[in-house]
């Protein structure tokens, strides 16, 4: 078995093993293109040479276990799962549960048994058009996964072009224009006033403050500045009860009202109570979460929304989201006179756009209602 090294360009060698003549009178060669971003490994011609060879030996390795697949030959399938999950594997938790969810679900079960280097544009068409029937949320997300797996069967060379390059986005807004209003948020507010504490001050967070679920899980007391009533939020929980950065790496200091901090502060009493009684069983360690399990460990990233759910249904409140309440806190805030910079602040939006165009649905009502206020200067010789 022999095997050589070509230089491809600047930073790219062609790794080449000869296995020998085919039947048809053709050489049977294996071919494999390696890139070197280590520009101190590029400047040394010795250690470049010996790490050149080292990666032939390793690839006529690959060769020999049989754990080589030649790009070309790449099911849909088994690139997924034996390439590209190392991509996905990188993700923030919730997202490699998201994306897994629906390449399973949607994308595997639709390409099942074709190669990569077959896959056309038409096909990735028809795969879209046969998930029409799902709601714009799922096709925009699927459509986003598939482009991602074939743009990184292109970068490493599996294929030559992407086909989803010539397939659309579906169109149309995938986020929720569900929220409260002044009056419905009052009466979920007087509702919650017979929920434990603990819940109580859980949700009221979410609607007054505009947090997401996982970053008020991820909340300890040493988070808290009561004197300055702000909740520092620089971590949040995901699935699998991992604790991440807070979304886009944002971390932000939002202050709170006096009456939401003075019950915060009473309840951190009763907190230590219930930890200093339970002492012997606390499984928090050195973890102070404002919101556990009762023995100490964080809430599983769902309780939150399921009793949410429940919540609404026992008090016949409108069904809408848990996130929906952080969608009524920028809404109230609004229809209040508060600006669209301080509310991008306070809910972490990594932009100003992303927050103009979210609540661009309230902007518009606010702007109808500033005209219609104008109509008082009307003059008089004005036709009607």
């Known amino acids: 078995m022999k095997g050589n090294i070509e230089k491809r360009g600047e ?26 971003n280590d520009k101190s490994l ?38 997924v799962e034996q390439k590209y999950s190392i991509h996905v ?7 490699i549960k998201t994306y897994n969810a629906f390449i399973n679900k949607h994308m595997i079960t639709f390409f099942r048994g074709k190669q990569m280097e077959n896959i056309k544009t038409l096909h990735c068409v028809d795969f879209m058009e046969s998930i029409k029937g799902y709601s714009i949320s799922v096709q925009q ?32 807004n995938n986020r929720s224009t569900k929220y409260y209003d002044a009056e419905q948020a009052s009466k979920a507010l007087m509702h919650l006033q017979t929920e434990p504490i603990a819940w109580r001050l859980y949700f009221t967070a979410c609607m007054i403050g505009g947090f997401r679920r996982g970053e008020l899980l991820a909340l300890q ?50 907190w230590i109570a219930e930890k200093d009684a339970n002492m012997d069983i606390w499984q928090g360690g050195n973890h102070e979460y404002v919101f556990h399990d009762g023995l100490g460990k964080s809430v599983h990233i769902t309780s939150p929304s399921h009793r949410w759910k429940r919540f609404t249904k026992r008090n016949n409140l409108p069904d809408i989201r848990l996130h929906d309440l952080r969608h009524t806190s920028a809404t109230l805030l609004l229809e209040e006179g508060v600006s669209l910079k301080v509310i991008q602040e306070r809910h972490g939006h990594t ?14 009502k606010l702007s109808d209602e500033a005209a219609d206020k104008l109509e008082k200067f009307r003059p008089q010789f004005a036709p009607k």
């Open 351 to 364: 932009d100003f756009q992303t927050t103009a165009n979210i609540y661009s649905h309230v902007t518009k």
């Open 89 to 95: 594997n990188k993700l923030s938790p919730n997202t």
């Open 11 to 36: 930073q790219s060698w062609r790794l080449t093993i000869d296995l020998g003549e085919l039947p048809n009178g053709k050489r049977d060669r294996r071919r494999k293109t390696i890139t070197i």
């Open 141 to 172: 997300c699927c459509h986003s996964i598939l482009k991602s797996i074939f743009t990184k069967a292109q970068q490493w060379q599996v294929i030559k072009s992407n086909p989803m390059n010539g397939v659309d986005r579906p169109k149309g």
């Open 221 to 270: 007391w040493s988070d808290i500045d009561f004197e300055k009533q702000i909740l520092h939020i620089d971590k949040s929980l995901a699935s699998g009860q991992v604790t991440k950065a807070p979304k886009n790496n944002k971390s932000r200091s939002v202050k709170m009202p006096k009456w939401f901090m003075d019950e915060l502060e009473r309840f951190k009493t009763e």
């Open 42 to 79: 590029l400047r040394t011609t010795k250690k470049l040479q010996d790490y050149l060879e080292d990666q032939l030996a390793a690839f006529k390795v690959e060769i020999e276990s049989g754990e080589y697949i030649q790009p070309s030959k790449f099911l849909f399938e088994n690139f």
